[in-house]
């Protein structure tokens, strides 16, 4: 009789799949492991410009850092009264969703067996600018709606391929913030 044995995962799609497999599993007998607090530092340089930097993170039980600090520029177009250095803010949000949904289909695809070939992805976000300039209080600040979709081809038939966006809509950290909500609290230190 043969031991029933499987096959040891290679990495996918450029994802170390044992890696991921060995976290999942890591995490899962210790769950003091999953608290994560990710920051970033924003300064301001001129006009609606800005530069934030994310270089340490809380997470696994201790202090961590990136291999080197990753920037962000946000700034708004001229039409906005901007120098256009940079995306907006509410642009680097829709980068965020985005980003956050392609990982995960990517990761799972990976831990799935299911090698993607082409995977592309596009947010857009409607807003309307009388909440934000003041001139009307009864239109939101925000978006008020954002629609993703999907371009995704793989060697898994089509219905396969769908389930993966969903789960990564289903898992999606960014996503959760956006149609959940999130506390959100402001602190304020004057200088003189």
């Given at each position: 009789m043969q031991p029933n044995t499987k096959p040891a995962?290679?990495?996918?799609?450029?994802?170390?799949?044992?890696?991921l497999l060995a976290t999942i599993?890591?995490?899962a007998g210790q769950p003091e492991l999953a608290k994560f607090q990710f920051r970033a530092h924003n300064e301001w340089i001129e006009?609606?410009?800005?530069?934030?930097?994310?270089?340490?993170?809380?997470?696994a039980g201790q202090e961590q850092k990136?291999?080197?600090p990753h920037y962000a520029d946000a700034d708004h177009p001229a039409i906005l009264c901007g120098a256009d250095n940079a995306p907006t803010p509410v642009e680097w949000l829709l980068h965020g969703l985005a980003g956050?949904?392609?990982?995960g289909v990517a990761n799972i695809a990976a831990a799935r067996g299911i090698k993607l070939t082409k995977v592309k992805c596009s947010v857009d976000g409607d807003i309307d600018l009388r909440g934000i300039l003041g001139i009307s209080d009864e239109v939101r600040n925000g978006f008020q709606n954002i629609q993703v979709s999907f371009e995704i081809e793989g060697d898994a038939p089509a219905e396969k391929l769908q389930q993966l966006v969903e789960q990564s809509r289903a898992r999606s950290a960014v996503f959760d913030v956006l149609t959940k909500g999130?506390?959100?609290t402001v602190g304020i230190e004057t200088i003189q």
């Open positions: 995962r290679l990495p996918l799609n450029g994802v170390d799949t044992p890696n599993n890591f995490v006009g609606t410009h800005s530069k934030t930097v994310m270089n340490g993170f809380f997470g990136h291999e080197k956050c949904l392609m990982a999130v506390p959100v």
